[in-house]
């Protein structure tokens, strides 16, 4: 049986790009604990909690439940669930799991061939991360969830997955004259950019394509919490701040807070600017909650290809 596959083919609902990472979240989660402890079950009672708190942090706006991958997953032949009463899922009820003491595991099959080859467990989890998740949130979801892997573990599939086009980085760095388009910032040693990175806007494992207009050049910081959902691009191009982001310091107020209602910085004349349908993409699917006012700013929106300059003026922190 090819793990592999079936992990990079788990049934997940879809609909217009949605995100749907429930599934892999649960997958993901099941596989630090049986590299924890290859034996335990997941008792649903016990762990809610963890797996509403994963999907809160790394899954859709819109709030869900646990309970649906936790029964759902069965029909994928990695995991199964008992109950009191005996093998099989009572359904995706959330007091149906509770009642019934359901508790789950990876399938009998599957924690054979992990004993059998322990690195196939690290292969997993890749092809889990790469196809729902940007490379920015890896290592702090592996963290959160209390899964160790070895860098050099991969579990690529090239029948089954893309490939990157290494190019865009350098690409979307060039159309951004190497400086973040939220805050300006433009490090270097000597002469190589330090702490620029290309993100994707629509994320490339949901089909976003590694092409300059679903690009922006950004700093380490401004990157995660794009990916995130702090930060997000409106009508007009204009940088989004979500009002669920609590930053009492100065320093939070003047590099997230206060970038609310600023036109991005870039591109440079001649390229195209993030599309609509990415922007509107990230939008939905990763910016939380509702933006945070601006300062007053004219609306006009900047003309394709158009270079806009950050203010030379401060700015007041806009709440």
Not at 147 to 171: K, Y
Not at 179 to 194: E, K, L, S
Request: proline content about 8%.
């Amino acid at each position: 049986m090819d793990w592999l596959e079936r992990t990079a083919t788990l049934r997940q609902w879809t609909q217009g790009g949605a995100r749907a990472p429930h599934k892999p979240l649960l997958f993901l989660y099941a596989l630090s604990r049986f590299q924890q402890d290859g034996d335990g079950e997941l008792v649903y009672s016990a762990v809610e909690e963890d797996l509403k708190q994963l999907l809160a942090e790394y899954g859709p706006p819109n709030k869900t439940t646990p309970a649906y991958p936790f029964h759902h997953l069965v029909s994928d032949g990695v995991w199964e669930v008992r109950t009191n009463r005996g093998p099989g899922s009572p359904g995706s009820a959330v007091r149906e799991l509770r009642a019934a003491g359901a508790s789950g595991r990876l399938a009998p099959e599957l924690r054979a061939a992990l004993r059998r080859e322990p690195s196939l467990l690290g292969r997993m989890a890749h092809v889990l991360l790469d196809l729902h998740f940007p490379p920015s949130l890896h290592g702090e979801l592996c963290e959160a969830i209390g899964l160790e892997l070895e860098p050099a573990e991969s579990g690529r599939l090239s029948s089954v997955q893309r490939q990157r086009d290494r190019r865009m980085r350098e690409q979307v760095l060039t159309a951004y004259e190497y400086q973040c388009a939220f805050c300006g910032y433009d490090g270097r040693i000597g002469a190589v950019p330090v702490g620029l990175e290309a993100a994707h806007v629509r994320w490339w494992a949901f089909g976003g394509p590694d092409d300059v207009d679903n690009g922006l050049c950004l700093c380490s910081l401004h990157h995660k919490l794009f990916d995130r959902g702090v930060l997000g691009v409106g009508d007009g191009h204009r940088i989004l701040v979500s009002q669920h982001f609590v930053g009492r310091s100065p320093v939070a107020r003047e590099h997230v807070i206060a970038l609310a209602g600023r036109p991005l910085i870039g591109p440079q004349r001649g390229v195209r600017p993030v599309a609509k349908a990415h922007r509107s993409w990230h939008t939905s699917q990763v910016f939380r909650g509702t933006p945070r006012p601006g300062a007053d700013l004219p609306r006009a929106r900047p003309q394709e290809g158009t270079h806009t300059r950050p203010r030379l003026s401060p700015r007041t922190p806009t709440g």
